[in-house]
């Protein structure tokens, strides 16, 4: 078997391709792109992570005339097509920028980095200042732009300007790449200053796609498609594809028949029904994608620590952010269908594509749509009944649903810590069952529940509630002759409290439930242990719950 190099970080198609590194073919998409004459704009649509980047650099090393790739697309699905190639291949002037570092904590900082992406464009195509074809007007722009010297303006029209000159000095129109468009909208939209750079970028985008002679075609790829009356102004022959769409479903993720050749490749065979239920489940139109980051990094800790398990590789990003402001929002009540998603089933909502980073929270249905065309939640087959604008939307993976599960555990932890809790303090060093089961529901209705109100659910819940507040909480703690569920300990009073969970079979049972947990800690004897560490104090609580409901009971040592 040959060993492979897992190409992790890595989205340049040259690089990956020169360096031997194991290369998913998606290079058919030239093919469809080119099938009939291709739209003047085409925007692809996909969450972050789903190989956009690595697609673009492969289209910019096959159309761009200053290179000479034959040999590195040899062998690949594109070389089948002679013809095309004949015609396409590094056969036209191309410009290749990406605004994914386009962003800052304000508007001066994001502008400065702009400003940085245009200069080392310009850098990277200094021939054309030397070129006795091109005008000195276009080469003052041109040397502005370069020394990071231009005005506001010389900004705006700098891809246009940059497109005149290279159609002037090859004779050719320009194919133009913009990866990652919408990056600098959505991070001004998150610090206030997105009037500002819809200013900047809007005009810019509509300078270089609109009207424009040196244009033979655009490839931009994003997130999300901004409202065309935002960012697409006045541009023609416009074509948007989407998650939804069928057309290019397969070119951006891995399908199933890729996923099982590399895994055959790889040797890593036996690990395909992990990798399908950790890092599978996304529907692009009608094609079944895996996220191709998390199917890489799995491979790559597999090559050096075999027999790993899967692992959550979105979780330390702040794109999971989205998550908890979805919660946090004023007016929407999403509980409940945040408690079908944790569960595992679906919800029927409706969504848009028609959307700015400005008003991503200003309706549900814009929030459920983010949601969506970000790869948190995907398509079910199920049909919505007939007549109806909404589709049913489901959590795709293992791997999204522990990102889930953590946001609302983070975002009730926060809204606890903020919370007056004295109520809840006194009803439990003061033994006052009746307040403190009332207080304890009252705070569960609140709440979002998962793992089918699992014990685990309310030992969770019962920790959260009593974490940060100057008092020691132990969970699982060994002590008697057993682990009580709950210890917390007022080590200044010298009091402490034990609490044992049950679940109860129904509203019936609660009480029933409850003095099963009692009993518990007394044949246990969980309070020796306590005692012995000098609490003079221990409180015994038995917790039963059936759903969102809470009974305590208690005794004292």
Known sequence: MMQYNIPIGISEFEKIRKNDYYYVDKTDLIQTLLKTEPAEITLFTRPRRFGKTLVMSMLASFFDIRRENRDLFKGLKVAKDQKLCQGWMNQWPVIFLSFKDVGGECFEDAYGLLQSVISQLYVEHTYLEESMKIDESYKDIFGRLKRRQGNKTDVQISLRVLMRMMQIYY?????LLIDEYDVPMAKAGNKAYYNEMLDVIGTMMSQALKDNTALKFSVITGCLRISKESIFTGTNNFMADTIADERFSNYFGFTNEEVQRLLEDTGNIKYQGQIKKWYDGYCFGKTEIYCPWDVLCYLNKLAFESESEPENFWENTSHNDIIRTFLSCEGMDVTDSFERLLAGET??????DNLTYENLTDSEENLWSVLYLTGYLTKDNRQPLQGKSKVFLKIPNAEIMDIFRKSVVRWFDERIAVRDRSSLFKALWNEDVSSLSELI????????SYH???????????AGLFTNAGYIVESNYESGLGRPDLVI??????????IEIKIADSMQSLQKSAEKAMDQIDDMRYADGISAQGYQKVIKYGASFYQKNCLISKSEV
Request: glycine content about 2%; cysteine-free.
């Open 171 to 175: 004779g050719k129109q320009v194919i």
């Open 347 to 352: 919800i029927e909502v409706e969504i848009t």
């Open 441 to 448: 529901s009252d705070l569960l209705f609140e709440t979002i």
């Open 452 to 462: 089918d109100y699992a014990e685990s659910f309310y030992h969770a819940f019962l």
């Open 489 to 498: 300990k007022n080590k200044k009073k010298r009091q402490a409290v034990i």
